[in-house]
């Protein structure tokens, strides 16, 4: 066994976290780790790493067994460039290789010294378990699999985005080749083309896999089991995602059915004592049910997860037939074409996805189609009776309590009424009065799901809204989705939404739009693209021209810009080193709520931080030549 886990328990104060965990892990497994947020998926990742002591039980490495760790923090040498940081994946072989020289020379001078052959034996055994003599063919392999061709090999470190240093982190542990590989949600920032290598990839890996992921389409793709942390207790599943949703709905159904069962016995257990314990003729006997009823253990209920939620999208007035039409609509940022020439026809009840890599304009797309911003040229039209729902990709977080959110728009609604509603998006209880400005990134968006439900709009305009969501919202989501019988466009990477809704797909790529069937006809394509083309060389377009005021202009709005997005990654980027540090204090490891708290905290700060990258990156491939 690489890995075994024997009746551990992990509290911190008095909250337990893991209570009795059972596990196991071998070679070639692949374990899908899930769980409600908080429920101690973290916690169970970081005791199976050594970073946390168990409070009672043990944690079991075997002998010789490497694990590599996949961080959503992960650490890059920032005075490397992208290759050399492949190459210290390597380091062990390459230090032998060197010492291997050392020895090559000595023997040529004691050609049967031992201790040189045995010396010369174990570096070559380094050596050989790397690989190392094809490290160059591997490190250009991985590389290329996620989105780094040759022309990205000189790359300084400190250039790359948040997005890429997760996938550089990756291509390196990959090339380690650990016998355990441990992946915090490995699927980020990557595009259709570079998941499925990645998939591909895993399912050929020799060793065994232990993955947190909300991605239901990776889980089932790669996953043969499933560990799921529920109530501080871990229970596993044969097979992948799909294959453990009806051995947990069967599980569940069985347990109510014998909770039902004991009920039911101790009702009638109850009801005869009752009758009987007064009567002389038959005192006896009652007293020999009321021994049987205090003995008698009553099954618990099915754990009602707080993730099941159920809600609908409805709306109260219909819209003419056309909802929706753009001619020839042109979409730029800054002087980069963004949409060319865009014509769109969208009817009542249609639902179409927005897809694409980063940084290709969805987001702008959608908000000129919403009105928020303004295209470059083209027209627009919504039709008659249009009311829209916007959700954006990134929630503003607000003053005031989770209920004065709901009760400042709706004054009208009482607080039973809105305390009903707040419930079935899991803020329960004292969690109405929680200051909006704590919430994290997933109580965030449903909230805002929340108040989509009271504005009933017939059209939703939906960008990115399954971030920050684990698999069972997601799950809850989708539902919604699909039950909707309003017009919807939406943005989203997430590719068992696209395969369930079955809608058409406008793909967005270097400023062409192409529509798909459907998700099946996308990944079809995907498959059938050269695996290292990344895109067309962009033919060079004439610039329009500008009068040397309005260049100094443009160029000083974009320095100030760029200044200004320096300042905030580098301002963000202190906050992510205090909060990691913090991870490890001990007013954080042993109180867990301010541990998940501070953990969502840490995710909405590197998803800012991104985006920054992001647009940086943008202005730097735009403008270079005003930035030097």
Known sequence: MYITLQKVNKSFGAEPVLCDVNATLDRQERIGIIGENGAGKTTLI?????????????VTLGRGVTVGYLAQNAALDTELCIYEEMRTA???????????????????????????????????????????????????????????GPETYDKPIPVLSGGECTRLQLAKLLLQNPDVLILDEPTNHLDFATLEWLEAYLNTYAGAIL?????????????????????????????????????????????QKQHDADVAKAKKLEDYVARNLVRASTTKMAQSRRKQLEKLEITDRPHQQGYELKFQFE???????????????????????????????????????????????????????????????????????????????????????????????WPKMSELEIRSLLARFNFKGEEVFKEVSSLSGGELSRLRFAELLLERPNMLLLDEPTNHLDIYTRESLGKALMAYTGTLLMITHDRYLMKSLGCPILYLENGQADFYENFAALAAHSASAMPTKKAETEKSQ???????????????????RAKTLETEIEKLAADITEMENNLSLPEYTTDHVKLGELCDALEDARFAQQERYDEWEKLLEEHGDWLG
């Not at 050609?111 to 045995?118: K, T």
């Not at 769109?344 to 797309?365: F, H, W």
């Not at 004439?542 to 100030?560: C, G, I, M, Q, T």
């Open 46 to 58: 970081r005791v199976i790493l050594g970073e946390l002591y168990v409070d009672s039980g043990e």
């Open 90 to 148: 390597y380091a062990p072989a390459l230090a032998a290789m060197a010492k291997l020289r050392e020895l090559e020379a000595a023997l040529e001078q004691s050609p049967h010294d031992e201790s040189l052959l045995n010396a010369h034996a174990e570096a070559t055994a380094v050596i050989d378990a790397q690989d190392a003599y094809n490290m160059d063919v591997q490190i250009k392999k991985v590389l290329s699999g996620l989105e780094f």
């Open 211 to 255: 993955t947190v992921s909300h991605d239901r389409y990776f889980l089932d793709a790669v996953t043969n089991r499933i560990w799921e942390m529920e109530e501080n207790e871990l229970h596993i599943y044969k097979g992948n995602y799909s294959a453990y949703l009806p051995q947990k709905e069967a599980e569940r159904a069985l347990q």
């Open 315 to 409: 709306y109260d007035l219909e819209p003419y037939e056309d909802v929706l039409t753009t001619k020839k609509l042109e979409v730029v940022a800054g002087t980069k074409p963004l949409v060319n020439s865009l014509d769109l026809a969208v009817l009542r009840g249609d639902k179409l996805i927005i897809a694409g890599p980063n940084g290709t304009g969805k987001s702008t797309l959608l908000k000129v189609l919403s009105g928020q911003l303004r295209a470059k040229s083209g027209s627009i039209k919504l039709g008659s009776g249009v009311q829209l729902g916007y959700f954006e990709q990134q929630q503003r977080r607000r003053g005031g309590r989770v209920m004065d959110a709901i009760w400042d728009k």
């Open 542 to 560: 004439d610039k329009p021209s500008v009068n040397a005021k309005e260049e100094r202009r443009l160029k000083a709005e974009v320095r100030a």
